[in-house]
């Protein structure tokens, strides 16, 4: 790959690396920062100085130059993340002494708001003061819903008398794990809130993120006056202004199963759009010098105002960064190598940004991008068409075929499912969304200065109505949504060597290339064979955390057994828990059981007692599951048959877990709440 031959490439491959390295070893005290990352530092930017002399005089000292410079890039990555941690500052509120203990006095104020819950409103809030001393934080606020309708500014600042809660664990086994997805986001804790208790200050934080707030508060309040339908509306609002918090859960599974949720997140595409009408509306300026520099200035600044509006998301900033650079490019009359622009915003975003490493959106939309600029080119010359309705079909059928192969992997393996009408979606959608766009753009312009004209704002609404049933129509053909596909790790690492190295035999088909491909197959069979042995090597049992039900389930290899009640045994197909847990453990579901009072699993007995109060008093059971809100006396339960561990799952009441959990530190015996603690497991 000759983009590996770019010294931007491994510097950027350098600095990615000291970021991980830092993630992973997480350096808890601040002393690793002062003795560790600041001497490497230092060494590293002496032995680049030193070697980059003496690499002018002596062509030797090439090598050490080059490793020199990836030393320092490696370091300055692992600083950044230690610097951008919010948890390793002394003044952040995960080192207060009681913050999780007893209730305080909060000072926050409103970032960026959430979608919210059936229950409450979320937003994203940052720490000021805790009982009037400084400390500093983001946190998740859930304000709760009122029928008095309660409005919250982005930019307020509030006083909240509450107590702070760590993000919960995974409650289930291959669920999404919500508390690393916050702590990714340096979001640490939560505050719940009523709204008639918090007090306003009169004084508002107004800046770049109030305005913008503010700005997009107005163009939306103006679409509503002009009776801009409110399920358009909100397409309209993700497509162009990225804000998909009002978005119906049912629209936006259309658009998962067609293959096109990447657009209701701005990107690439969008902010290319963007470009584009900003270069046409800036076209009859003339190139001069003073000209050409006008329009960069605007553009740049259009681009800018565009991703601040858009809430800088991942996508969102590596879009605005590398089209800006593309602008620059233009303006200085150079030919931009596109693999420099992709490296230049990668290091920058991530240079103030480490975080965005691990967001899903940010790792799709670079692969996508790479395999587009990489692979696209290649696919286009298979055929060349001979008018330009063909080519342009063609052009779209290779740019969208490039991008799915490239992040189809990476999307397997985080959402495990494949929608295989996609090529269709993007063939229709695509010319659409241009037009959509265009359109949009000008009528949320003019919005901004309080005039919604009235025939361009309908034919908006007219077309996002026809996108959705477009998408709707597509996404019904459920039977091309491939669901539950397995995948980990190690076959993800594999499959992307192989991805790469028939592409690089494809492009340039010779010994050493088919070679390479033959390898990295060898590397996905052994990957392969390597997980299927874990897998029949494999044996465990899951107790669940569900709310009013008991569900268990038992794992020998790749075959499993199901216990529940008769309606959980009706509707498991339906069930998220069961169809992630079998997807996530490559296992299959051979058996449903009805619950039964004893389950022996490898020797252990697990007695299960429910509101039926029926026990054998003679058994001795190993594990005693508490399910339902049993009335027992558990005192005397545990003098009578002497288990050695209590585990309540999610059917009881949490006050009655709690006076359980009193019981069992009395008896000295092991209590485990999943509604506290997520799953129990048995291995």
């Not at 919250?152 to 919960?168: E, Q, S, V």
């Not at 509006?309 to 590398?322: D, E």
Request: proline share 3%.
């Amino acid at each position: 790959m000759k983009v590996l031959q770019f010294p931007l490439a491994r510097i950027t491959i350098a600095f990615i690396l000291g970021i991980l390295l830092a993630y992973f070893l997480k350096p808890i005290p601040s002393t690793t920062f002062i003795f560790l990352a600041i001497p490497i530092a230092i060494g590293t930017t002496l032995l680049f100085i030193g070697t980059y002399y003496s690499s002018k005089t002596n062509t030797k000292s090439l090598a050490l130059f080059g490793i020199a410079t990836s030393l320092l890039a490696f370091s300055i990555g692992a600083t950044t993340q230690i610097i951008h941690t919010d948890s390793y500052q002394q003044n952040n509120y995960t080192h207060h002494a009681t913050i999780f203990e007893k209730s305080h006095t909060f000072t926050v104020t409103l970032r960026e708001k959430l979608k919210g819950s059936n229950f409450n409103e979320r937003y994203i809030a940052l720490l000021h003061t805790i009982d009037q001393e400084n400390a500093t934080g983001r946190i998740l606020l859930n304000i709760r819903r009122d029928s008095l309708n309660h409005t919250f500014k982005i930019g307020n600042r509030l006083k909240i008398d509450g107590l702070l809660y760590k993000n919960t664990v995974q409650k289930n086994p291959n669920q999404f794990d919500y508390q690393k997805y916050l702590d990714n986001k340096q979001i640490y804790a939560q505050l719940y809130a009523e709204p008639n208790e918090i007090k306003i200050s009169t004084e508002i934080e107004k800046d770049i993120w109030y305005y913008a707030s503010k700005l997009r508060t107005r163009i939306i309040e103006n679409l509503n006056k002009s009776n801009f339908h409110v399920a358009e509306l909100n397409v309209a609002v993700a497509l162009i202004l990225g804000q998909q918090q009002d978005i119906s859960p049912d629209i936006i599974r259309d658009y998962q199963y067609a293959g096109a949720v990447h657009i209701l997140s701005v990107s690439g595409l969008h902010i290319g759009f963007i470009l584009l009408f900003v270069t046409f509306i800036l076209k009859p300026l003339p190139n001069s010098k003073r000209g050409s520099f006008v329009k960069l200035i605007v553009t740049l600044f259009s681009l800018s105002l565009f991703g601040i509006l858009a809430g800088l998301a991942p996508s969102v900033l590596r879009s605005v960064t590398m089209f800006s650079f593309v602008a620059i490019g233009l303006f200085l009359r150079r030919s931009v190598n596109i693999y420099h622009t992709l490296l230049v915003s990668i290091l920058l975003i991530l240079l103030f940004q480490p975080s965005f490493l691990f967001d899903v959106g940010f790792q799709l939309s670079y692969i996508a991008l790479f395999f587009i600029i990489w692979l696209q080119p290649l696919l286009a010359k298979l055929w060349i068409p001979k008018n330009k309705v063909q080519k342009y079909i063609w052009d779209l059928l290779t740019v969208s075929f490039a991008a799915q192969i490239g992040t189809l992997p990476l999307s397997i393996y985080y959402f495990h499912q494949f929608p295989g009408l996609f090529f269709v979606t993007n063939l229709i959608v695509i010319p659409l969304l241009g037009f959509i766009m265009s359109l949009g753009v000008l009528v949320m312009v003019l919005a901004a200065f309080n005039w919604v004209p009235f025939y361009p704002a309908k034919a908006l609404e007219i077309s996002i109505f026809y996108l959705d049933k477009i998408i709707n129509t597509i996404a019904s053909f459920e039977s091309f949504v491939i669901k539950d596909i397995s995948l980990n790790t190690s076959l993800l690492i594999t499959g992307y060597l192989v991805l790469i190295a028939m592409v690089i035999w494809f492009k340039k088909p010779n010994f050493k290339s088919l070679a390479f491909v033959l390898i990295t197959i060898v590397a996905l069979q052994i990957s392969s064979i390597k997980t299927k042995w874990d897998v029949q090597n494999q044996e465990e049992f899951v107790v669940f955390n569900t709310k009013k039900n008991t569900l268990l389930l038992e794992r020998n290899g790749f075959n499993t057994t199901l216990y529940a009640n008769d309606s959980l045994l009706k509707t498991y197909q339906k069930n998220n828990l069961i169809s992630s847990y079998l997807s996530g453990n490559f296992c299959t579901l051979k058996h449903k059981r009805q619950l039964q009072n004893i389950i022996y699993f490898k020797g252990n007995k697990i007695l299960i007692l429910d509101s039926s109060m029926v026990y054998p008093k003679t058994i001795q059971p190993d594990v005693l599951l508490l399910t339902q809100s049993t009335r027992v006396n558990l005192d005397r339960v545990l003098q009578s048959i002497k288990p050695k561990i209590i585990v309540a799952d999610g059917s009881n009441f949490k006050t009655i877990q709690k006076r359980w959990k009193q019981t069992c530190t009395q008896q000295k015996i092991p209590f485990h709440s999943t509604s506290e603690k997520g799953f129990y497991t048995i291995n």
